[in-house]
């Protein structure tokens, strides 16, 4: 599950390699949950019927992605470093593209902060 933040350099990057099965959109109830806590006041927390304390509503829409191996998903240059160098951030990627190291792949990736 992921915060649904389109204009967020990592959703750009990365979302279309993953099928988005479900989304929920902001201001939806009972979609979080956490153990109950013993500071809590019980008549003031709504709980599932197991007994864990729901979250608030959400603050943003949440999409559930899924991936294995017969997701049909293309690879860009950027993917290709993530993966390579041990799933680092876009940011470090684009560290990476300004000091000119020479990694022995082309990274194509435009990443703004």
């Not at 017969?70 to 300004?98: N, P, W």
Request: with cysteine; hydrophobic share 35%; charged share 25%.
């Amino acid at each position: 599950m992921l915060p649904k933040w389109e204009t967020a350099p990592w959703y750009k990057a990365y979302v279309d390699y993953f099928e988005i099965v479900e989304e929920y959109p902001k201001g939806s109830k009972k979609v979080f949950s956490i153990p109950m806590r013993p500071h809590f006041t019980r008549d003031q927390t709504e709980t599932s019927a197991d007994g864990r304390a729901f979250l608030g509503d959400l603050p943003w829409n949440v999409i559930v992605v899924y991936k294995d191996k017969f997701t049909v998903t293309g690879i860009s240059s950027a993917m290709r470093a993530h993966l390579r160098f041990g799933h680092i951030s876009l940011d470090k990627i684009h560290c990476i593209q300004k000091t000119g190291i020479q990694t022995g792949s082309v990274v194509n990736v435009r990443v703004t902060n």
